[in-house]
């Protein structure tokens, strides 16, 4: 199976997008004041209705969990800690689920899939299905008493609402002409949907595939589908779901967090290589020089021509204008059998790439390198037809030494030098069993492009891009190793808590 280029490249995108969302955004606008309205006189009347008629087994709780070592520890932490909170109210114990768990199928963590076994499971005896992060904290009794408020007959879709200050490439420009209009899911809060709604979305995945190639930016794409241009609801803001420091109000909450299990891992044990062309030597490596370099203590720049003043690697491999397949590949093969016979792991990044090795050095303490790791920022390709996920290369692409080990040890290769190299690596290990670890800390795209609020709660490893920003600016701000005092402070304040 060949990807297909990537979306969104061609030039005349943007403006087509914006073409057909310029109206939508507009009826959307004159749609949320008719719906805050009509929501205002439902809650009215359901807070009188029922005061006290839900209980926990009417919630189901889907931890939106991956199947890393790691990543299942912290998710069955967080379980834990939901069914004690229960049972100290004394109250019937909630279902509750771990999303890797679900399914077999690769596109199980883009949620749409689950949703007819949701329906078919829980339409008789639950009223709600909330899904949260592994490391997003819970009050339940809060939340039941958050859940009390809205009629759950009704369709609602509950979370805390994120927007677009500017449009940006990674929503595909989508509302271009007013992109505040247009609400979405912060996942770190937690976010919930009424069972009317999820068998109403169902239905409609019965009828009609998935018609998106690519999954960028869930929580964007799923608002967008339940919103359906107006056909279905918009996301109902709801203050109790929080990610700032915890109130009183706040039945869930989520700490800035960057983990750490043990001692980081060593400077030594992190090989970066650069991927970078002529083309760039002269403006693109100076940033790097200036930035993140000096972090490191192993890395080489891979080019197609060797310059000794940076200097460069000459990998024998003719540039490409996109792709990079097989400049990446080479770099594995060098890495595995020609040199760095101890290093325990790889990052592969673009000279555009703005990262913190400080920080990444604290979240590899967490895995373990003798398992196969492809680890970065999530997207996927085909999911909803069998396709398969893979980690955005822009915003670095992290291997343990034993996944490469089994990769080459596969018969999975470019199908061409100029092949995308992030979706090859992808289906190279979808097919090998090998699954991507996500983490969000790792940006495709420069910080203008995320909301502010998004942002806020993170400790970010990487972004990506010089486009119309001072880079180094934008390093000295987001990523340089002063702003770990700031990380460790969060770290202090209960973010290594027992659940």
Partial sequence: MQPRAR????????????????????ALVSEDMKNEVKQTQDLEKSV?????????????????????????????????????????????????LLLHQLAEQEGAWTILPLLPHFSVSYNRNSSWIFFCEEETRIQVSKLLETFRRYDPSKEWFLGKALYDEEATIIHHYAFSENPTVFKYPDFSAGWALSIPLVNKLTKRLKSESLKSDFTIDLKHEIALYIWDKGGGPPLTPVREFCTERADSHCATIFYSFLPLCGKPVKKEDIFVAVKTCKRFHGDRIPI?????????????YYSDYADSSIPTVDLGIPNTERGHCGKTFAILERFLNHSHDKTAWLVIVDD??????????????????SEPVFLGERYGYGLGTGGYSYVTGGGGMVFSREAIRRLLASKCRCYSNDAPDDMVLGMCFSGLGIPVTH?????QARPVD????????????????????????????????????KAEQEMQKGVREEL
Avoid: M
Avoid at 61 to 85: C, G
Avoid at 288 to 300: D, H, I, N, P, Y
Avoid at 352 to 369: E, K, M, N, V
Avoid at 439 to 443: I, K, N, Q, T, Y
């Fill in 48 to 96: 009188k209705a029922r005061k006290d008629d839900i209980n926990l087994k009417e919630i189901v709780f889907v931890i939106q969990s991956q199947s890393n070592s790691f990543h299942v520890k912290r998710a069955e932490q967080l379980k834990k800690s939901i069914l004690k909170q229960a049972a100290d109210l004394t109250q019937e114990l909630p279902r509750v």
């Fill in 7 to 26: 979306r969104g490249r061609s030039p005349a995108l943007p403006a087509l997008l914006a073409l057909l969302t310029c109206s939508a955004a507009f």
């Fill in 450 to 485: 995320y909301p502010k609020d998004y942002l806020s709660h993170q400790v970010p490893i990487s972004f990506h891009k010089h486009w119309n920003i001072d880079p180094v600016k934008v390093y000295f701000t987001w990523l340089a190793p002063s702003g770990e005092d």
């Fill in 288 to 300: 790097v020089k200036q930035t993140w370099e000096g972090q490191a203590s192993l890395v080489e």
């Fill in 439 to 443: 983490s969000p800390l790792f940006h």
């Fill in 352 to 369: 555009d790439t703005l990262i913190s090795i400080s920080r990444l050095q604290r979240l590899l303490s967490c895995y373990d390198s």
